[in-house]
């Protein structure tokens, strides 16, 4: 079983225990990036996974000593695998051991202890970019949400959202960057590696960017929606639902088969939703969901009398 493939019960067990879930999550003063970061209002909780228990899993688990409340490892569910040695360090160091088994179920080897005092940094590298990735934690192929990528991604959005051409102090004034000279560093960022969406010209020696302009022949076709995304489109609406209420509100579903999955039949879609706009996740407590302005005008083209 690799890391990613835990990734998504784990992520069921946590938020079915109230907690928010960051995938692959970078904390330079910590000098690493954690595969899941856990929060539920002031309580921060880590997650590192790997394919064996060993003293390298063990290490990189240490590394957030100090910046969460709660640590644990994962693993892949084996019998009787535990050295006593490990355990002891485990012990010691309040780390506490998930194992997921072949089918998806999680278990609670160990529990972790918890720590009252943390630096602030874990939480503060946390941003709605990391909900909305689609990156799994264990990931190993890139696409991580990164400093440079929250900048660009502010940008972008303010771009689009404007519609017309802005100097980089107009940028500036609306967009937090992590450049320590955001004016030089962010126009050259965008010059070069982000041409594709984003163009310049020059007036008076001054520089100006705008989000290109998709051509008609090139707008986005109509959303195409599976017969699974299309019964959980149905239970969604406006207000915020969790998801394993949403998947018993699925219609043409075998009730059987949603009381025994629970919410792991309806995350896969909800987050397919959540990359196309149409969904959006609530950021702190329990995990729920809502259409967004977008999946509610598709809702009600598609289901005109519901």
Request: glycine share 8%; with cysteine.
């Amino acid at each position: 079983m690799k890391e990613s493939d835990m990734y998504d019960p784990i992520k069921s067990w946590l938020e079915e225990r109230g907690f928010t879930v960051y995938p692959e999550v970078e904390c330079r003063p910590a000098g690493g990036r954690a595969d899941i970061v856990v929060t539920n209002g002031a309580v921060v909780g880590v997650v590192e996974m790997k394919q064996s228990l060993t003293l390298d899993l063990i290490d990189q688990a240490l590394r957030w000593r100090g910046y969460a409340n709660y640590i644990w490892i994962a693993i892949p569910y084996k019998k009787n695998t535990t050295k006593k040695f490990v355990n002891m360090v485990l012990h010691d160091y309040g780390i506490g051991v998930l194992t997921v088994s072949k089918h998806g179920n999680v278990w609670t080897d160990k529990l972790p202890r918890f720590a009252r005092k943390k630096l602030p940094h874990l939480k503060e590298a946390l941003t709605e970019h990391h909900l909305a990735s689609g990156v799994k934690g264990g990931h190993h192929g890139g696409g991580y949400v990164t400093p440079y990528r929250i900048t660009i991604n502010n940008v972008r959005r303010f771009l689009q959202k404007k519609g017309t051409w802005c100097d980089m102090k107009t940028i500036l004034d609306y967009c937090e960057t992590h450049y320590a000279q955001p004016r030089s560093s962010l126009g050259k960022a965008l010059q070069t590696y982000e041409a594709e969406w984003c163009e310049m010209k020059k007036e008076k020696g001054t520089l100006y960017f705008r989000s290109r302009p998709v051509p008609k022949e090139e707008a986005a076709p109509a959303i195409q929606l599976t017969e699974k995304q299309a019964n959980l489109l149905q239970a969604l609406t406006e207000n915020w639902q969790p998801p394993t209420l949403l998947a018993r509100k699925m219609p043409n579903v075998n009730p059987a088969r949603i009381e025994s999955s629970g919410s792991l039949y309806v995350n896969p879609i909800l987050k397919a939703f959540i990359n196309k706009g149409l969904v959006e996740k609530k950021t702190e407590g329990r995990a729920q969901y809502r259409l967004t302005e977008m999946g509610q005008a598709v809702r009600k083209e598609m289901y005109p009398d519901s």
